[in-house]
């Protein structure tokens, strides 16, 4: 061995014994049955017009063809790998990326992330993914009539501390009017003005009691002065004051316009994530952390539908999801099968009209079956009802009758009909302790058609075929969100907004789906779309 420096970049140009070069046969190295396989023979039968579309017909071809892109950028998210700079590596050292490049050069990490950003854009990857549900359906991979519905939080990539909260924005809000009713009244007083200012046209008047300072200023020639000894004047005093109050006053509107009506939080860092409590990490620290809800629905446990909403609750995205799917499937599942979390009045009726049969489990399905709550008084299921006198008798044989109707709005905007029911005296009665805390007699709220919508859902999730669902629903939809958050790392998005989160989601379903059709394809169990009740 000789001490000779190497100086050269390419390292085998004059190196003596050398190791061989040996001739590689790509195609031969790739076993038959590997994914890389399936994915790309998934991927030449789809459509990639849209795609196309986005790029110029003028100038020059981009440096790698777009599908061979896409194949690229979903197969590496069914190999677990994400960051721009890692797909590069891999497309330079992996023989199934050399693979899927069909003799391109590797492209390099600005590429991919230029390519993911300005041209498979969500819009784009919703039209592709749905692509990959549609083979699916003819394939009879999945059952298209049977659905499973959960959700769950998913950390935004966003400042955990960046956090804005309606109730103080409304609070400051508030006190700033008050301070500017003292203000405007010494206005008046100092230039014989007459400015009123509702609230409800405070931004409007903040602009023109600042143009009314300002032209004053004008016609008396008057210099504002700055810096330390300067001694301003009453006017300009009045003119900065009124201005802060301006430049906030539009923060504020600013603010309300990106939360919306349901929303009570945003991240200063990504306005379209919410601050939601998560669940306990190890050290059972429950934090309130800027999040989205990630709404998902599986069919025979592959994923047929996502998306991701600012809501909280899970109540509120069961119809828009529903809405989603049928807007970009040719085929409408009959079956919804959802937890607790989404059982109303609203989605009752809208499933209803769409001849969708409900599996929704109630809330208080859990709770009935405890012996705590069957000998507890003060609920309503433990009273006696006279459906012909529609009347109520609680634990003491008196009678609770009804004395009004009222409409409840939900956040979404759905109006509900409620009737009171109020026993006849509640005066001496020994029960009332442990029925009510009110001072009164005892009153029941009941929304009657929530009701009866509640009973047939009770009635569905009992029968065999019930049972068989939430069982699989439990699995299926459940261990989806199990297997992405631990074996796919999903456990906090890597870009921010909207549009661009639903777009990992999208490519990071796909992916998800390659992997089960190969796995399921393996196994020999593609039609198999249920998990059997065990016996008892």
């Known amino acids: 061995m000789t001490n000779k420096q190497i100086t050269q970049t390419q390292y085998t140009q004059t190196a003596a014994n050398y190791q061989l070069y040996l001739p590689m046969d790509v195609e031969e190295m790739i076993p038959m049955d590997d994914s890389v396989r399936l994915h790309c023979l998934l991927c030449e039968r789809m459509d990639y017009r849209e795609l196309l579309q986005a790029y110029s017909p003028k100038g020059r071809k981009p440096a790698v063809d777009p599908v061979i892109l896409f194949k690229v950028i979903t197969y590496a998210a069914s190999q677990k790998i994400y960051s721009s700079r890692e797909i590069e590596k891999a497309c330079r050292r992996d023989i199934n990326f050399r693979w899927l490049l069909q003799g391109y050069a590797a ?299 009222y409409t409840r709005t939900s956040q979404t905007g759905y109006q509900s009909q409620v009737t009171v029911y109020e026993s006849e005296d509640c005066t001496g009665c020994p029960l009332k302790e442990k029925c009510t805390k009110a001072k009164g007699n005892r009153q029941l709220h009941v929304a009657k058609e929530f009701l009866a919508y509640r009973e047939t859902a009770q009635e569905n999730i009992l029968t065999e075929t019930g049972t068989l669902y939430r069982m699989n629903r439990s699995i299926q939809v459940e261990g989806t969100f199990g297997v992405l958050k631990e074996d796919y790392h999903l456990k906090k998005f890597h870009t921010r907004g909207t549009g661009n989160v639903r777009n990992e989601l999208l490519i990071l379903a796909f992916g998800y789906n390659l992997n089960k059709i190969h796995t399921k394809i393996q196994a020999d169990r593609l039609n198999l779309y249920y998990h059997p009740l065990k016996p008892a």
């Not at 539009?250 to 669940?279: C, L, P, Q, V």
């Open 107 to 405: 492209p390099d990490h600005a590429t991919i992330s230029r390519f993911k950003q300005k041209y498979l854009t969500d819009t784009v990857m919703e039209q592709l993914f749905f692509q990959q549900v549609v083979w699916l359906y003819e394939q009879k991979a999945i059952t298209g009539e049977t659905l499973y519905i959960d959700g769950t939080k998913i950390e935004a990539y966003a400042n955990r501390y960046s956090f804005v909260w309606k109730k103080a924005i409304t609070k400051h809000e508030a006190k700033m009017y008050a301070k500017w009713q003292a203000l405007l009244e010494q206005i008046n007083t100092t230039y014989c003005q007459l400015f009123t200012s509702p609230y409800e046209t405070f931004l409007k008047d903040l602009k023109k009691v600042l143009v009314f300072l300002e032209k004053i200023q004008e016609e008396e020639n008057i210099t504002f002065v700055y810096g330390k000894g300067k001694r301003k004047n009453v006017l300009q005093r009045y003119h900065e004051q009124v201005k802060e109050m301006l430049q906030r006053k539009e923060h504020y509107d600013a603010s309300n316009e990106i939360m919306g009506e349901k929303r009570n939080s945003y991240s200063k860092t990504d306005h379209d994530a919410t601050f939601m409590r998560m669940k306990d990490d190890h050290m059972r620290n429950g934090q309130l952390k800027p999040a989205y809800n990630v709404q998902a629905a599986v069919d025979a446990e592959f994923i047929v539908g996502i998306d991701v909403f600012s809501d909280r609750n899970d109540t509120t995205t069961l119809i828009p999801l529903l809405q989603y799917l049928k807007e970009h499937l040719p085929f409408t599942y009959r079956h919804i099968v959802a937890d607790s979390g989404y059982e109303s009045e609203e989605n009752y009726v809208y499933l209803k009209k769409q001849k969708q049969t409900a599996y929704i489990k109630p809330q208080n399905h859990e709770r009935k079956k405890k012996a705590s709550f069957k000998k507890d008084i003060k609920y309503r299921e433990n009273m006696a009802y006279d459906k012909g006198k529609d009347t109520y008798t609680c634990a003491n044989d008196q009678q609770l009758h009804a004395i009004r109707n």
